[in-house]
T-cell receptor, first 113, second 113 residues
Framework: GDSVTQMEGPVTLSEEACLTINCTYTATGYPSLFWYVQYPGEGLQLLLKATKADDKGSNKGFEATYRKETTSFHLEKGSVQVSDSAVYFCALKIDGSARQLTFGSGTQLTVLP | DAGVIQSPRHEVTEMGQEVTLRCKPISGHNSLFWYRQTMMRGLELLIYFNNNVPIDDSGMPEDRFSAKMPNASFSTLKIQPSEPRDSAVYFC???????????FGPGTRLLVL
């Protein structure tokens, strides 16, 4: 079946540090890949997505590249801010399938001033 | 647009009581999802509707849980009777058309004593 494996947290960084959160997937079809972010006390919000191999999704300084050869979609940011503290979820959906989003377990990020 | 609206935002009840969670999806969206989030199990899809019809309820934990969508602008998730292990944050999300992006509500934090 389809699954998403995320880097275990929590992750604690100092402001302006570089961030990488690893995400790998297994899928039986051709997935679209997503990163969702959950700020404290809120619901999940779409951060970025990529729908085909080699696509790069980007938003708010975050980037992730769809790597079919390594089945990965790692989230990166060059300089994190305190306001980036949140839980980040990697997810996939098989195109053309009735199946819904498959989420990873989430990675808690805390950025210290 | 007001986004997905959930009520109540917080609910504290005693074991054995009936709990009803409510959701108003984004106007024009035709798919609605109920999720449960706990520290132990992460984010779990409970049920989803397409055009007000339940499509997949395989994630509903047991017969104590039921969900309805009487019209395109309203859905309920009911737990009867509630148990302490039902304590969690329950999210509703909606999606429009063929797009993959789900928009989440702020969640209902349920505590069953």
């Amino acid at each position: 079946g389809d699954s998403v494996t995320q880097m275990e947290g929590p992750v604690t960084l100092s402001e302006e540090a570089c961030l990488t959160i690893n995400c790998t997937y297994t899928a039986t079809g051709y997935p679209s890949l997503f990163w969702y972010v959950q700020y404290p006390g809120e619901g999940l919000q779409l951060l970025l997505k990529a729908t085909k191999a080699d696509d790069k999704g980007s938003n708010k300084g975050f980037e992730a590249t769809y790597r079919k050869e390594t089945t990965s979609f790692h989230l990166e940011k060059g300089s994190v801010q305190v306001s980036d503290s949140a839980v980040y979820f990697c997810a996939l959906k098989i195109d053309g399938s009735a199946r819904q989003l498959t989420f990873g377990s989430g990675t808690q990020l805390t950025v210290l001033p | 647009d007001a986004g997905v609206i959930q009520s109540p935002r917080h609910e504290v009840t005693e074991m054995g009581q009936e709990v009803t969670l409510r959701c108003k999806p984004i106007s024009g969206h035709n798919s609605l999802f109920w999720y449960r989030q706990t520290m132990m199990r992460g984010l779990e899809l409970l049920i989803y509707f397409n055009n007000n019809v339940p499509i997949d309820d395989s994630g509903m934990p047991e017969d104590r849980f039921s969900a309805k969508m009487p019209n395109a602008s309203f859905s309920t998730l009911k737990i009867q009777p509630s148990e302490p292990r039902d304590s969690a944050v329950y999210f509703c999300a909606s999606r429009g058309g063929l797009g993959e992006t789900q928009y989440f509500g702020p969640g209902t934090r349920l505590l069953v004593l």
